[in-house]
C-alpha cells in the first residue's frame, strides 16, 4: 500500500486510497472504486474529481457507466516539482515577511537526529565560522553520516571554517573525525571530559548534552540561544580557553 506516500506528496487520505486502489486494480467505475479504497462511494466521487484537476485521473466514458483511471504514477514527480516551483518563486516574500517579526534575540529548541539537522541547517545559512566547545564527534552518529557528508560539502563552498576544541578521547579514537573536519582544532585534557557540547556561530550558542564519541542520545535536546551580544560574548570565552591550550600537534607529540 502506497497510501502514506500519496499523503506524504500532499493528497487527502480518500484521494490516497483511491489513487492507491486505481493503481493496484486498474480503473473501474464509482461503486467498485468506493468497494476497492474503502471510500464511501458519495466521498469517493469528490475525491475522484479533485483528483482529475490536479492531473492524477482521466475519465474514459462509456455506454454503460463512467470509468476512472489513473495517470501514470510518473505525473507525480511533476506533481511535486509544481509544488516547489510555486515555493520557490513565493519564498522571498515569505522570507521578507518573517525577517520582519522575528526577534533579534530568542531561545528555543530542537528534539532528537531531526533537531540536530535542524539547526546544523542554520549554521549553513548564518554561514560565519563555527566555534565548537567540548566535541565529541557527535556530528558523525551513523544516523547523520548522508546528512554530515553533504552539510561539510555545503559548508566548505560556502567557505564556513570549524574550529573545534574537542574531548581528548577523539584524538586517539576518532581520527577520521579529525581529518573531515580539518585544522584548526585543540584538545581538551582529560579531566576536562564531559558528556555535552557547544557551538557558537553568528549570532546563536548551541548547547546540548548526551553525547559519547561520535554517538547523540535518540531524545536528545538541542538548545538554541539567538542574541548577538550573547554570542560575542561566548565567541570571546572560547578563545581564552582557546589560547590557554597548547597546539594539537604538541600534544600529539608528547
Do not use: C
Request: proline fraction near 4%; glycine fraction near 6%.
Amino acid at each position: 500500500m502506497s497510501t502514506q506516500l500519496f499523503e506524504d506528496l500532499g493528497l487527502s487520505m480518500n484521494e490516497a486510497k483511491i489513487y492507491d486502489a486505481l493503481i493496484t486494480y486498474g480503473g473501474s467505475g464509482v461503486s467498485t472504486i468506493a468497494l476497492r479504497s474503502s471510500v464511501h462511494r458519495s466521498n469517493a466521487y469528490d475525491s475522484l474529481h479533485r483528483l482529475i484537476k490536479k492531473g492524477l485521473v482521466y475519465e474514459v466514458f462509456s455506454q454503460k457507466e463512467t470509468i476512472y483511471e489513473a495517470v501514470d504514477p510518473g505525473k507525480l514527480l511533476e506533481f511535486v516539482e509544481e509544488k516547489q516551483a510555486k515555493v520557490q518563486a513565493a519564498l522571498p516574500s515569505l522570507l521578507s515577511q518573517f525577517q520582519q517579526h522575528r526577534s533579534p534575540e530568542r531561545a528555543y529548541i530542537f528534539k532528537g537526529i531531526e533537531g540536530v539537522k535542524n539547526y546544523l541547517r542554520e549554521a549553513l545559512k548564518v554561514g560565519e565560522n563555527i566555534y565548537s566547545f567540548g566535541a565529541k564527534g557527535a556530528w558523525f552518529d551513523p544516523r547523520l553520516e548522508t546528512f554530515v557528508r553533504w552539510f561539510l560539502k555545503e559548508a566548505k563552498r560556502n567557505k564556513i571554517q570549524y574550529h573545534h576544541i574537542f574531548d581528548h578521547e577523539v584524538r586517539e579514537k576518532l581520527p577520521h573525525v579529525l581529518k573531515a573536519v580539518g585544522k584548526p582544532y585543540k584538545f581538551l585534557p582529560k579531566e576536562y571530559a564531559t558528556d555535552s557540547t557547544m557551538d557558537v556561530f553568528g549570532d546563536h550558542v548551541v548547547t546540548f548534552h548526551g553525547l559519547e564519541l561520535a554517538k547523540l542520545r535518540d531524545d536528545i535536546t538541542i538548545f538554541v540561544m539567538v542574541s548577538p551580544g550573547l554570542a560575542e560574548s561566548y565567541r570571546a570565552w572560547w578563545k581564552l580557553v582557546w589560547d590557554l591550550l597548547p597546539e594539537a600537534k604538541n600534544r600529539r607529540g608528547k
